[in-house]
């Protein structure tokens, strides 16, 4: 069983990795909500209709393959056996 308990054994520099991203995302949130967008506000409404058209469409790929990951990971259940 400790041989089991090893190889499910996460390493502990991904969490660190995992917080750093998670803070330098916070501080750049922080740190540009005030900053502005320069290119958006020169954008025709032509071109903000095209960028919204857009950015919806990517939304609902991005939101398939989240529920299309969760699907896979729930029927193959990679870390079973960490449980």
Avoid at 42 to 52: A, D, M, V
């Amino acid at each position: 069983m400790d041989i089991l308990q090893k190889e499910c054994r996460m390493p502990i520099f991904l969490a660190y990795l995992m917080l750093i991203y998670i803070i330098a995302s916070i501080f750049y949130l922080l740190a540009t909500r005030a900053i502005g967008t320069p290119f958006s506000d020169s954008l025709t409404p032509e071109q903000i209709e095209i960028k919204s058209k857009s950015s919806r469409s990517r939304s609902i790929i991005f939101t398939s393959g989240i529920l299309g990951a969760i699907l896979l990971l729930v029927v193959i259940q990679p870390f079973k056996k960490c449980q």
